[in-house]
Structure formats: structure tokens, C-alpha cells
């Protein structure tokens, strides 16, 4: 099982960008690479997905307009730019390859998380 590895996580103003990557040891053989998010005290929630073979996309309802996830093949990374960003936007951002769902029971390989924090 290849190894998930985020970065790009930080503290950034409301209104601001940031682009978290994660990149996988080897060749990334599963369905869809996912990111989710959550935040202290909360369930951990889908944020977006991206079909590793197709790179079609889904997104949730409250980032849709504002993020995009992307992936670069031949490195083995999927990324996630975040625009417009909102203090409730604020979480711990997990990287996840799976079967290519909302729900993160069909993930069954997951990093190790990198936090963002949007101050108001």
C-alpha cells in the first residue's frame, strides 16, 4: 500500500488561497483520490474527489466554486486549491485513495492530515 503524504496546510486570512498536496510513494493503482476535512468536535466530512483515471470530479455543496482538485500522473499527486476561503473552512485536510465515493468508509488508505486555519 503506497504511503499518503499532505503538505501545503497553514494559517491564512479569510478571503485567501491555499494549495495542499499530497503525494503518494508509488503508483497510485486506486479508483479515486479524495480529500476530506475536520474540523474539533466534528464527524470527518468529503470535501472533493477526483477519478484517477478520468479526472472527473465531485465536489461538496459548500466548497463547490471555491476548490478544485487536480492530479498530476506521472508524480503521483493530487492536489487541492482553495480559493475564497471561510473560517469555517478550518480543519485538519485528509488525503484519501479509494473506491470513489462521497462516504469515506469506501477509503481505505489515508495520510496523515495537515491543518488550515482561516482567521476572520
Known amino acids: 500500500q503506497v504511503q499518503l503524504v499532505e503538505s501545503g496546510g497553514g494559517l491564512v486570512q479569510a478571503g485567501g488561497s491555499l494549495r495542499l498536496s499530497c503525494a503518494a510513494s508509488g503508483r497510485i493503482s486506486s479508483v479515486a483520490m479524495a480529500w476530506f476535512r475536520q474540523a474539533p468536535g466534528e464527524e470527518r466530512e468529503f470535501v472533493a474527489l477526483i477519478i484517477w483515471s478520468s479526472g472527473g470530479t465531485d465536489y461538496a455543496d459548500s466548497v463547490k466554486g471555491r476548490f478544485t482538485i487536480s492530479r498530476h500522473g506521472a508524480k503521483n499527486t493530487v492536489y487541492l486549491q482553495m480559493n475564497s476561503l471561510k473560517p469555517e473552512d478550518t480543519a485538519v485536510y485528509y488525503c484519501?485513495?479509494?473506491?470513489?465515493?462521497?462516504?469515506?468508509?469506501?477509503?481505505?488508505?489515508w495520510g496523515q492530515g495537515t491543518q488550515v486555519t482561516v482567521s476572520s
Open positions: 484519501a485513495a479509494g473506491a470513489g465515493s462521497s462516504r469515506r468508509y469506501y477509503y481505505d488508505n
